[in-house]
């Protein structure tokens, strides 16, 4: 069992940047996959990045490419994605998940922070 919780979100205005985070604790293993995700009010969830837990290059999706960072910190089994020059599309509850490699679903979710952004 895995679980995450993320941090960081807030009320900011247009242009601005945030950092969030999502500690994981339990059985994190080195192949394990992790996923952001957003969700907007009345909207499908949005994929974001993927990243695996200890190795190799994120994948972002289009929509954030150029904007969104992620780094991690092994030692906390903490990520940190950062959303700069932020748009009031970005407004949405993000969610950090987990998966294994070979596993097609995420079964392991944080609660969600909510990101606000005004213009």
């Known amino acids: 069992q895995v679980q995450l919780v993320e941090s960081g979100g807030g009320s900011v205005q247009a242009g601005a940047s945030l950092r969030l985070s999502c500690a994981a604790s339990?059985?994190?293993?080195?192949?394990?996959?992790m996923g952001w995700f957003r969700q907007a009010t009345g909207k499908e969830r949005e994929f974001v990045v993927i990243?695996?837990?200890?190795?190799?290059?994120?994948l972002y999706a289009d929509s954030v490419t150029g904007r969104f960072t992620i780094s991690r910190n092994n030692a906390k089994n903490t990520v940190y994605p950062e959303i700069h020059s932020l748009k009031p599309e970005d407004t949405a509850v993000y969610y950090c998940?987990?998966?294994?490699?070979?596993?097609?679903?995420?079964?392991?979710w944080g609660q969600g922070t909510q990101v606000t952004v005004s213009s």
């Open positions: 990243l695996t837990w200890t190795s190799g290059n994120p």
């Open positions: 998940a987990a998966r294994s490699t070979t596993a097609t679903e995420y079964p392991n």
């Open positions: 339990g059985r994190i293993f080195s192949n394990y996959v």
